[in-house]
């Protein structure tokens, strides 16, 4: 073989991996464009939001700090948590359905409710209602650990992929009935429910810790997102923050 034929066998190869890493090149420039389209998405969310925030303290008392939550909102990738046709809707500021007749929170009621949370990355949250991990993921950015429970089987399988996916490695969860919390990993600085029981459950005003808020909508039809707060001689102070829609949270049949 002369020189010049042992010359183009080694081209070759070196071709294929220069047109390669072309190819591979052009496929992270297009996922970093597609990335980046979805960020400003979330940034004109996040900008509605804050507007939407600012109304409501004006409206209700809302003294939770919201800076850390507007930045958690715009980094978590609300498309990776909904049906994947459903994905272009994602940064819309509304609830949209999961399957298992239950539904992704509206992002603003995200927002709000982690605001009352009142979390740092020191403290420790509870959250009743994995759904589709969304409000989880946003959690996890603002809290050390987070315990998520979720009822529907399926739901909570899918969750917890996609949050060992993306990488939140703070978030743990477990299926289970809600209702009774996750009693192993209590107490908890915050607690978060993410679907409406029709009275507060004993059980999670219990596994609160002293100082702690327990954010849940309460309520059949009429519903409202309450506030309880434990203090030290073991009682609760109840605040109603504003009226929501929810769906139920269901429990296993005893």
Same mark, same amino acid.
């Given at each position: 073989m002369d020189a010049l034929s042992r010359a183009g066998l080694y081209f070759l190869p070196f071709t294929l991996m220069m047109i390669m890493a072309l190819a591979m090149g052009t496929t992270v420039v297009a996922m970093a464009q597609e990335n980046d389209t979805y960020r400003e998405e979330r940034q004109a969310l996040v900008e509605k939001i804050k507007v939407q925030l600012a109304e409501l303290r004006a409206q209700s008392e809302l003294s939770a700090p919201t800076e850390a939550v507007l930045? +958690?909102? &715009? *980094? $978590?990738?609300?498309?990776?948590? @909904?049906?994947?046709?459903?994905?272009?809707?994602? !940064?819309?500021?509304?609830?949209?359905?999961?399957?298992?007749?239950?539904?992704?929170?509206?992002?603003?009621?995200?927002?709000?409710?982690? +605001?009352? &949370? *009142? $979390?740092?990355?020191?403290?420790? @949250?509870?959250?009743?209602?994995?759904?589709?991990? !969304?409000q989880a993921a946003v959690l996890g950015l603002l809290a050390g650990e987070v315990y998520s429970v979720e009822i529907i089987e399926p739901l909570g399988l899918q969750a917890a992929k996609k949050l060992r996916e993306l990488g939140y490695d703070n978030v743990h969860t477990r299926i289970?009935?809600?209702?009774?919390?996750?009693?192993?990993?209590?107490?908890?600085?915050?607690?978060?429910?993410?679907?409406?029981?029709?009275?507060?459950?004993?059980?999670?005003v219990e596994q609160l810790k002293t100082g702690g808020r327990l954010v849940?909508?309460?309520?059949?039809?009429?519903?409202?997102?309450?506030?309880?707060?434990?203090?030290?001689?073991?009682?609760?102070r109840k605040r109603e923050v504003i009226p929501v829609r929810f769906v139920p949270l269901t429990r296993h049949a005893e």
């Open positions: 930045e +958690a909102i &715009a *980094e $978590v990738p609300r498309h990776a948590f @909904v049906p994947a046709q459903l994905a272009k809707k994602a !940064y819309r500021n509304r609830p949209l359905p999961i399957g298992h007749a239950q539904t992704i929170s509206q992002p603003l009621i995200v927002a709000l409710m982690s +605001a009352l &949370a *009142e $979390v740092d990355k020191t403290e420790k @949250v509870l959250e009743v209602g994995t759904g589709s991990g !969304y289970g009935d809600g209702h009774a919390g996750w009693p192993e990993h209590a107490p908890y600085d915050a607690i978060v429910v993410t679907a409406a029981p029709d009275h507060i459950p004993n059980a999670l849940i909508p309460v309520g059949d039809f009429d519903q409202e997102l309450v506030v309880v707060e434990k203090l030290a001689d073991g009682t609760t």
